[in-house]
Protein backbone atom coordinates (compact mmCIF):
# COMPACT_ATOMS: atom_id res chain seq x y z
CA UNK A 1 0.00 0.00 0.00
CA UNK A 2 1.69 3.75 -0.92
CA UNK A 3 0.83 6.62 0.54
CA UNK A 4 -1.20 9.31 -1.49
CA UNK A 5 -0.30 12.32 -1.96
CA UNK A 6 -3.51 13.75 -0.07
CA UNK A 7 -2.55 12.10 2.94
CA UNK A 8 -1.90 14.56 5.80
CA UNK A 9 1.30 14.14 7.97
CA UNK A 10 0.41 13.84 11.31
CA UNK A 11 1.51 16.57 13.96
CA UNK A 12 3.68 14.74 16.59
CA UNK A 13 5.48 15.83 19.66
CA UNK A 14 8.36 16.35 17.50
CA UNK A 15 7.18 19.08 15.81
CA UNK A 16 5.89 20.82 18.97
CA UNK A 17 9.00 20.52 20.39
CA UNK A 18 10.78 21.77 17.33
CA UNK A 19 8.64 24.89 17.10
CA UNK A 20 8.75 25.63 21.10
CA UNK A 21 12.89 25.17 21.17
CA UNK A 22 13.00 27.54 17.72
CA UNK A 23 10.28 30.35 19.13
CA UNK A 24 12.66 30.42 22.15
CA UNK A 25 15.74 30.67 20.27
CA UNK A 26 14.50 33.57 18.09
CA UNK A 27 13.12 35.35 21.42
CA UNK A 28 16.64 34.79 23.27
CA UNK A 29 18.89 36.17 20.48
CA UNK A 30 16.95 38.78 19.79
CA UNK A 31 16.76 39.76 23.86
CA UNK A 32 20.62 39.30 23.75
CA UNK A 33 21.06 41.65 20.63
CA UNK A 34 18.94 44.06 22.00
CA UNK A 35 20.70 44.00 25.56
CA UNK A 36 23.90 44.44 23.47
CA UNK A 37 23.02 47.53 21.78
CA UNK A 38 21.57 49.15 25.06
CA UNK A 39 24.40 48.76 26.73
CA UNK A 40 27.06 49.75 24.35
CA UNK A 41 25.18 52.90 23.64
CA UNK A 42 24.31 54.21 26.96
CA UNK A 43 25.74 57.37 27.90
CA UNK A 44 25.56 57.22 31.78
CA UNK A 45 23.05 58.21 34.31
CA UNK A 46 21.48 61.74 33.66
CA UNK A 47 21.71 62.07 37.68
CA UNK A 48 23.08 59.81 40.19
CA UNK A 49 20.36 60.67 42.73
CA UNK A 50 16.92 61.46 41.35
CA UNK A 51 15.94 62.81 45.13
CA UNK A 52 18.26 65.04 45.71
CA UNK A 53 18.38 66.26 41.55
CA UNK A 54 14.22 67.12 42.00
CA UNK A 55 15.46 69.04 45.28
CA UNK A 56 17.45 71.16 43.25
CA UNK A 57 15.38 71.33 40.20
CA UNK A 58 13.74 74.76 40.94
CA UNK A 59 17.48 76.55 41.36
CA UNK A 60 18.97 74.53 38.09
CA UNK A 61 15.63 76.78 36.31
CA UNK A 62 16.68 79.76 37.97
CA UNK A 63 20.30 79.16 36.41
CA UNK A 64 19.02 78.42 33.26
CA UNK A 65 16.59 81.50 33.21
CA UNK A 66 20.00 83.72 34.25
CA UNK A 67 22.37 82.03 31.62
CA UNK A 68 19.87 83.05 28.87
CA UNK A 69 19.53 86.36 29.91
CA UNK A 70 23.39 86.70 29.57
CA UNK A 71 22.76 86.52 25.29
CA UNK A 72 26.06 84.29 25.13
CA UNK A 73 26.19 81.29 22.14
CA UNK A 74 27.83 78.66 22.77
CA UNK A 75 29.23 76.54 19.62
CA UNK A 76 29.46 73.17 18.99
CA UNK A 77 32.48 71.66 20.34
CA UNK A 78 35.01 71.09 17.91
CA UNK A 79 38.52 68.87 16.98
CA UNK A 80 41.40 71.24 16.02
CA UNK A 81 45.12 70.14 16.12
CA UNK A 82 43.79 67.02 18.20
CA UNK A 83 42.45 69.75 20.96
CA UNK A 84 38.82 70.85 21.58
CA UNK A 85 37.92 74.45 20.63
CA UNK A 86 35.11 76.47 21.37
CA UNK A 87 33.89 79.71 20.38
CA UNK A 88 31.54 81.89 22.61
CA UNK A 89 30.11 85.02 21.41
CA UNK A 90 27.93 88.06 22.66
CA UNK A 91 24.47 89.13 22.34
CA UNK A 92 26.16 91.27 19.26
CA UNK A 93 27.98 88.41 17.44
CA UNK A 94 31.77 89.59 19.05
CA UNK A 95 33.66 87.26 21.36
CA UNK A 96 33.32 86.76 24.55
CA UNK A 97 36.45 88.03 26.03
CA UNK A 98 38.13 88.23 29.82
CA UNK A 99 36.23 85.23 30.77
CA UNK A 100 37.95 81.85 32.30
CA UNK A 101 36.44 78.54 30.71
CA UNK A 102 37.14 74.97 32.10
CA UNK A 103 35.80 71.33 31.58
CA UNK A 104 36.08 68.33 32.49
CA UNK A 105 35.82 65.48 29.87
CA UNK A 106 34.32 62.33 30.52
CA UNK A 107 33.46 59.27 27.74
CA UNK A 108 30.07 59.18 27.53
CA UNK A 109 30.23 55.08 28.44
CA UNK A 110 32.85 55.30 31.36
CA UNK A 111 35.78 53.62 28.86
CA UNK A 112 38.19 55.75 30.82
CA UNK A 113 38.15 57.97 34.01
CA UNK A 114 37.27 62.12 33.56
CA UNK A 115 40.02 64.81 33.66
CA UNK A 116 40.09 68.57 33.65
CA UNK A 117 40.87 70.93 30.62
CA UNK A 118 41.26 74.69 30.76
CA UNK A 119 40.78 76.66 28.05
CA UNK A 120 42.52 79.71 26.30
CA UNK A 121 41.91 82.77 24.06
CA UNK A 122 43.16 82.22 20.59
CA UNK A 123 43.53 85.31 18.36
CA UNK A 124 40.38 84.23 16.30
CA UNK A 125 38.49 84.53 19.73
CA UNK A 126 37.82 80.92 19.94
CA UNK A 127 38.84 79.14 23.03
CA UNK A 128 41.33 76.23 22.40
CA UNK A 129 41.93 73.49 25.52
CA UNK A 130 45.77 73.62 26.72
CA UNK A 131 45.68 69.85 26.45
CA UNK A 132 45.53 67.20 23.74
CA UNK A 133 41.62 65.19 23.77
CA UNK A 134 41.81 61.81 23.48
CA UNK A 135 40.78 60.72 19.78
CA UNK A 136 37.11 59.44 20.43
CA UNK A 137 33.50 60.31 21.58
CA UNK A 138 34.02 62.79 24.77
CA UNK A 139 31.36 65.03 26.87
CA UNK A 140 32.19 68.06 27.72
CA UNK A 141 30.92 69.60 30.66
CA UNK A 142 31.82 73.08 30.33
CA UNK A 143 31.67 76.34 33.20
CA UNK A 144 32.14 79.95 31.65
CA UNK A 145 32.63 82.50 33.80
CA UNK A 146 32.93 86.27 33.71
CA UNK A 147 32.93 88.22 36.70
CA UNK A 148 29.68 87.32 38.32
CA UNK A 149 28.05 85.72 35.84
CA UNK A 150 28.47 81.58 35.48
CA UNK A 151 27.31 79.33 32.60
CA UNK A 152 27.43 75.62 32.48
CA UNK A 153 27.10 73.60 29.35
CA UNK A 154 27.42 70.25 28.31
CA UNK A 155 28.76 70.13 24.75
CA UNK A 156 29.87 66.20 23.09
CA UNK A 157 33.07 66.30 21.03
CA UNK A 158 34.07 63.64 18.59
Known amino acids: MSKSSDEVKKFTGYHATIIIVSFFAVVITVNMIMARFALS ?11 VASQKYNEWLKQARDQKAYGW ?22 PLNDMSMTAVAEHPIGQSDPF ?7 ETGEYHSTRTLPEGRWKLKIIITQGDKSMRVVRDIW
Open 116 to 122: ELNFVQA
Open 41 to 51: TFSGTVVDNSY
Open 73 to 94: TISPALRKSGKASIAITTKDGL
